[in-house]
């Protein structure tokens, strides 16, 4: 049963330290996303990848923020340092998909992160 | 003004009711349109695709105006497990994906 995979599922730091959030896109899917979602601001788009290349992470504050595909299987976000107002839900999405992408997302389960 | 707007509820109807959500965009290049189904604290799920001519799934309607940037869903008879978050979901030629905020729903017996 494919599924996308996100490490961790509960994250609590204290504010200033470094949080990396991993995700394992199911495989032969070609574009993944980031989003964050709190009570506050409903599932907001961080970044997302197509072939690795990244497309558009104008939704990612630059200064603490950065999305990565080292290779096809992994895609990482880290904050750093982390902050109490990061504190959220944060999904990955992956999608086998052409240039216009008109497939369903398929989500992880998402990372829970609390920053004290 | 956000690129997807939903009207966020909640909703509260009883077994049975028929229930509308409304979404609206604002990117005229938009290209494809969905609806997505969140339960609390877990991950959105799709619900179904929203096609230009409208298409049925059960109960459920989904309807797409290009002219006006305007994406509905229909709910028939809604049941105590229609209860959840209804996520308009609208992706542009560039193939990016973005969510509306949600429409809460909850169905009483």
């Known amino acids: 049963d494919a599924r996308v995979t996100q490490t961790p599922r509960h994250k609590v730091t204290e504010m200033g330290q470094e949080v990396t959030m991993r995700c394992q896109p199911i495989?032969?899917?070609?574009?993944v996303f980031w989003y964050r979602q709190t009570m506050m601001q409903g599932l907001e788009l961080l970044a997302y990848f197509r072939n690795r290349a990244p497309l558009d992470d104008s939704g990612m504050p630059k200064d603490r923020f950065s999305a990565e595909m080292p290779d096809a299987t992994l895609a990482t976000l880290k904050i750093q340092p982390s902050e109490p107002r990061d504190s959220a839900v944060y999904f990955c999405?992956?999608?086998?998909?052409?240039?216009?992408?008109?497939?369903?997302?398929?989500f992880g389960e998402g990372s829970r992160l609390t920053v004290l | 003004r956000k690129e997807v707007e939903q009207d966020p509820g909640p909703f509260n109807v009883p077994e049975g009711a028929t229930v509308a959500f409304n979404c609206t965009y604002s990117n005229s290049a938009s290209q494809s349109f969905f609806w997505y189904r969140q339960d609390c604290r877990k991950e959105p799920k799709l619900l179904m695709s929203v096609y230009s001519s409208g298409n049925e799934d059960g109960r459920f309607t989904a309807q797409l105006n290009r002219a006006s940037q305007y994406i509905s869903l229909l709910i028939r008879d809604s049941k105590l497990s229609d209860s959840a978050t209804y996520l308009c979901?609208?992706?542009?030629?560039?193939?990016?994906?973005?969510f509306g905020d949600g429409t809460t729903l909850t169905v009483k017996p």
């Open positions: 495989l032969g899917h070609n574009t």
């Open positions: 999405a992956s999608v086998k998909s052409d240039y216009s992408n008109t497939g369903e997302l398929f």
């Open positions: 979901v609208v992706n542009t030629n560039a193939g990016k994906s973005t």
